[in-house]
């Protein structure tokens, strides 16, 4: 009787589990997408992929299927641009077809749609208007800005002259260029290199980005996710 009870619910499983490949692989011969590998169910076609090399896998896969390709990352279905000049024919050629972004769950929630970076549609191409506008006014275009970064190259070039004979990041200092940059066209002025309010700021947002980016912030992101899908 027991035996019998076990017995019905491994059939239970691999009907389901047959039932679940049917379907699967019914999407993943959908006849408008690209070429790609044949993806696993759950897995999708991550054990095709080296995850820390995505690139050169991409360009294995690329050599095979070609420069537009699909794969699918867990259940997530992906179509890949390899190439430049598959790059080009989508995003210059074909720019209104492929000018929205993609979704982002943790974006969404938290700014609903709104801003330069994040908006689609209509709502982007008036926010992206209003900004240009917004910059031109602050000299974007104009001989302004050129003297801004001509300025701010001079102030970058004094500092790795101070660390002549030493080895340094120049990553460190190209960021304060550019952000000095942005705050003399944003601002009016530009900031010292030793600043402390002006360093302050900008170890807040590398601060922010390795959050983000970090197990704690990618568990957050997920728990984001499964908000939104709740609420709708």
Known sequence: MEFGGVGTLILAVCIAFLIFLRMWNNNSKWKDLPPGPTPLPLLGNILQLNVKELPRSFLKLAKIHGDVFTVYLGNMRVVVLHGCD???????????????????????????????????????????????????????????????????????????????????DPTYLLTLAVSNVICSIVFGERFDYEDKKFLGLLALLKEAFEIVNSLAGQVNTISMCLYIVNLD
């Open 86 to 168: 598959a790059v080009k024919e989508a995003l210059v050629d074909n720019a209104d077809v492929f000018s929205d972004r993609g979704k982002a769950p943790a974006a969404e929630l938290f700014f609903k749609g709104y801003g330069v970076s994040l908006s689609n549609g209509e709502r982007w191409k008036q926010l992206r208007r209003f900004s240009l506008t917004t910059l031109r006014n602050f000299g974007m275009g104009k001989r302004s800005v050129e003297e801004r970064i001509l300025e701010e190259s001079q102030c970058l070039g004094e500092e790795f002259r101070k660390k002549a004979g030493s080895s340094i």
